[in-house]
């Protein structure tokens, strides 16, 4: 029987596949209530503290609804709106924070900062992105897949660009704890360190996922179930990194060429926000800059039947739901 009580949800890495399972399943049934219009305030009375350091769309919105479906509220404290790490510390937030609220998320930089706040924290702390992992993200993924094909032990899922950062490390853990078959498309210096991939490895053995990492884009493609890429350059990191980011993953861009080379049946995922036109701010700065209109995906595969995008997106806020609510 999972009991997750109590339990912080830092890093897939803690977790184990029935863990993980238990919580895909759990945002299913949550999603199934939701859609079918069926009340499930489990937690009415509870408070819950949302620290973004960084800008958020999705996970602040997939934790303030998952929040009100479940009964409780909500505090929101945006990048400049708190006393954290200027004038007082991660520790002492922590246990100033455990005395109000019933659980505490938090997005920003290092990923020692969410386990220093966990590690003070007497409610739970849930990771809502820092540099190194993503995992809620993960779950929404995971939930995505398991909705188009059926299961996922076995999937051949393939991430392609900056493997190295939270997006690549967090999906590279998650595959392979659940046994799909997970390859990083991408230039050397671009993939996960050789400490995670060798933590990664050991779950694999257990799990029968095979990983793979290669530079070759063909080869990584062929008979690809699932097509994922992410930003080239993530939140935090300073413009000047762009040029080298363009020259180096241009190569690993996901075009209709990469998804004719895999399945027929093949997904287009990604995290979002994506820069495949040149309808945003930055997107048409560094349009004009470096004369183009895409970076990661083109608009093509991004707005094709294959994109199933804006479901990862929304299953961001079952998934979410599921993680608050058995933790909590
Ligand atoms: N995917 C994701 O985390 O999106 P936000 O940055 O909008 O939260
Ligand atoms: N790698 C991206 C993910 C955004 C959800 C970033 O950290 O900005």
């Known amino acids: 029987m999972v009991n997750l009580k109590g339990k912080d949800f830092l890093k897939l890495i803690d977790y184990t596949p029935e863990e993980i399972e238990y919580l895909i399943n759990l945002a299913e049934d949550f999603k199934k209530k939701k859609k079918q219009g069926i009340p499930h305030k489990l937690h009415e009375g509870k408070n819950i503290a949302l620290i973004f350091e960084k800008t958020s769309t999705r996970t602040r919105c997939a934790f303030e609804v998952a929040a009100y479906d479940l009964g409780m509220n909500v505090t929101y404290l945006d990048p400049t709106g708190s006393q954290i790490g200027k004038k007082e510390s991660i520790a002492d937030t922590a246990r100033v924070l455990s005395g109000m609220y019933d659980g505490i998320e938090y997005r920003g930089f290092g990923q020692e900062i969410v386990e220093e706040l966990a590690k003070y924290s007497s409610v739970p702390v849930w990771n809502g992105l820092t540099n190194e992992f993503h995992p809620t993200q993960i779950l929404a993924d995971f939930l995505t897949m398991k909705e188009q094909f059926g299961y996922l032990k076995g999937l051949n899922f393939v991430y392609m660009g900056d493997a190295r950062y939270n997006m690549g490390n967090s999906l590279m853990i998650g595959c392979a704890k659940m046994g799909v078959n997970f390859t990083a498309c991408a230039p050397k210096e671009f993939m996960p ?103 990661e995906v083109t608009d093509e595969v991004f707005e094709s039947k294959q994109s199933v995008v804006f479901r990862e997106a929304e299953n961001r806020m079952h998934t979410i739901k599921a993680v608050i609510s058995a933790t909590i």
């Not at 935090?236 to 190569?251: A, C, F, H, N, T």
Request: charged share 25%; proline share 3%.
């Open 193 to 295: 360190s050789q400490q995670l991939i060798d933590i990664a490895n050991g779950y694999a053995k257990q799990s029968g996922a095979k990983l793979q990492f290669t530079e070759d884009v063909v080869k990584a493609t062929t008979n690809a179930d699932v097509i994922y890429t992410d930003v080239w350059v993530s939140m935090g990191e300073p413009e000047s990194v762009w040029q080298e980011r363009i020259d180096k993953l241009s190569p690993y861009q996901v075009n209709s060429k990469v998804m004719k080379n895999a399945k027929e049946s093949a997904i287009f995922m990604h995290c979002l926000p994506s820069f495949h036109d040149l309808k945003t701010t930055l997107g048409k700065e560094m349009g004009k800059k470096f004369n183009r209109v895409d970076m």
